[in-house]
């Protein structure tokens, strides 16, 4: 089993900024793509940003320039810094995982989500 754990929401003012951070654990051979998605109220879950294993990123035009991801493959963590938010980016967060957890197997996992809320 693989479990995948979001922290870091909250309220933040627009202009400001958080971090977000999501860890994998369980019985994990390797992880591979990480993303962070998002579902604002009354809309569809969609991709902010994407890594591979080896670094590689891409983001959505909505965040671009705003938000980084990163992560740590000793620790199977990623993260998210957001860097001036806006209240469109007011959602829930989901990390999303694709985890080898054989070498033969490989599942898609997701997180809980955290909420992030930007108002002033």
């Known amino acids: 089993q693989v479990h995948l754990v979001e922290s870091g929401g909250g309220l933040a003012q627009p202009g400001g900024s958080l971090r977000l951070s999501c860890a994998a654990s369980?019985?994990?051979?390797?992880?591979?793509?990480m993303s962070w998605y998002r579902q604002a109220p009354g809309k569809e879950r969609e991709l902010v940003a994407h890594?591979?294993?080896?670094?590689?990123?891409n983001y959505a035009d909505p965040v671009k320039g705003r938000f980084t991801i990163s992560r740590d493959n000793a620790k199977n963590t990623v993260d998210l810094k957001m860097n001036t938010l806006i209240a469109e980016d007011t959602a829930v967060y989901y990390c999303?995982?694709?985890?080898?957890?054989?070498?033969?197997?490989?599942?898609?996992?997701w997180g809980e989500g955290t909420k992030v809320t930007v108002s002033s």
């Open positions: 999303s995982a694709d985890v080898k957890v054989g070498r033969n197997y490989e599942y898609n996992y």
């Open positions: 369980g019985d994990i051979y390797r992880v591979n793509d």
């Open positions: 890594i591979t294993r080896g670094g590689d990123t």
